[in-house]
């Protein structure tokens, strides 16, 4: 009975913790290099982070996007759970993240560069099989045996309930992720969908943007405001997909951050992280790509002639992101 961890804490356990915060000498969380992003949006480790939105406004391509940057800058390892997308659109996208060119447009010359990429890809990334439904438990238990800096697990209600009480199995859920990230020092990350209700409630007659959505609340998270209590910090990513001209810029809210003191602080309501998006391969934030300098010089040299995509890349179904002039997806 020795060995049993006392439950009970006194403030002097806190001791060094404290002297840090005294001293000035408490650790921050990771930036991307993006002075905008880094003052609202850090990676911390042991973290429990939310995301919100509704369907089709990029959930899963800005926490992609931020995936390689923390992968190129900090050499981060990241477990992927993503069960409304295919394993190869999901590695798409990273390779067009990664290089900063389109792997279906610039590409087609290069076999060398195209394998060099997934090489140095495969360093950073590992998917869960999505041919099969799992429990939450059982997406820990892969994560726990296959250690990384973050997992993703895209979206919450794809996880299998195991119980007539989804309410009390949501907060089991939500506490059993943040007992895996604080065992595993693993910062794990949940993309959530939406209430039905969210999807009507637009901008009023009187506002510029006059009828299309708004920004959803951490409330509109479904399965409702229990969410925004467990998690550390709390994201919305919006995007008003049907503007002529914004349709292609991505609104980062943040809603929460639960200790500022190691960095990051919530959006004001009208200022979001604006994100641009620049041939479906680049962001950039106020103008600013964090990436920039982290390319290698690998693609097709002379691309004149890639113009029109091949018949198979036609073929193939197409993004459901409103396109571009002249410009698709094969996803």
């Not at 869960?128 to 994560?143: E, G, M, P, T, V």
């Not at 209590?229 to 809603?255: C, G, I, K, Y």
Request: net charge negative; hydrophobic share 30%; with cysteine.
């Amino acid at each position: 009975m020795n060995d049993i961890i006392n439950p009970m804490l006194t403030p002097s356990d806190a001791l060094l913790e404290l002297d840090q915060i005294r001293l000035d000498k408490i650790e921050k969380g990771y930036g991307i290099g993006n002075e905008k992003w880094d003052s609202h949006i850090l990676f911390k480790r042991k973290q429990f982070n939310m995301i919100n939105g509704h369907d089709n406004v990029g959930k899963t391509d800005v926490i992609l996007w931020y995936f390689v940057c923390l992968a190129k800058k900090h050499n981060m390892k990241f477990n992927i759970y993503s069960s409304e997308n295919t394993h190869r659109s999901q590695v798409f996208k990273l390779f067009n993240f990664w290089t900063g060119k389109r792997l279906d447009k610039d590409f087609t010359k290069d076999t060398k560069g195209f394998h060099s990429t997934l090489n140095e890809m495969t360093d950073c990334f590992n998917f869960i099989r999505s041919d099969k439904r799992y429990n939450s438990n059982q997406i820990l238990d892969i994560a726990d045996k296959h250690p990384a800096d973050g997992l993703l697990i895209d979206p919450f209600n794809s996880l299998m309930t195991e119980s007539t009480n989804k309410h009390q199995e949501d907060y089991d859920t939500c506490a059993n992720i943040r007992i895996f990230c604080d065992n595993t020092n693993t910062t794990t990350f949940v993309n959530a969908h939406l209430v039905t209700q969210a999807a009507r409630n637009v901008y009023p007659k009187d506002s510029e943007h006059e009828g299309h959505l708004k920004p959803p609340e951490k409330a509109d998270t479904e399965g409702g405001q229990k969410f925004a209590n467990r998690a550390d910090d709390f994201l919305t990513v919006h995007r008003m997909t049907q503007h002529p001209q914004l349709w292609s810029t991505a609104e980062v809210h943040v809603r929460k951050i639960k200790e500022t003191i190691t960095g990051g602080s919530c959006t004001l309501r009208d200022s979001p992280i604006l994100m641009k998006w620049n041939n479906h391969c680049r962001y950039t934030i106020n103008g600013k790509n964090p990436l920039d300098n982290s390319y290698s010089d690998v693609g097709d040299k002379d691309i004149s002639n890639l113009a029109e995509l091949s018949p198979s890349h036609k073929a193939m179904q197409k993004m459901s992101y409103q396109e571009e002039e002249e410009d698709d997806l094969p996803f």
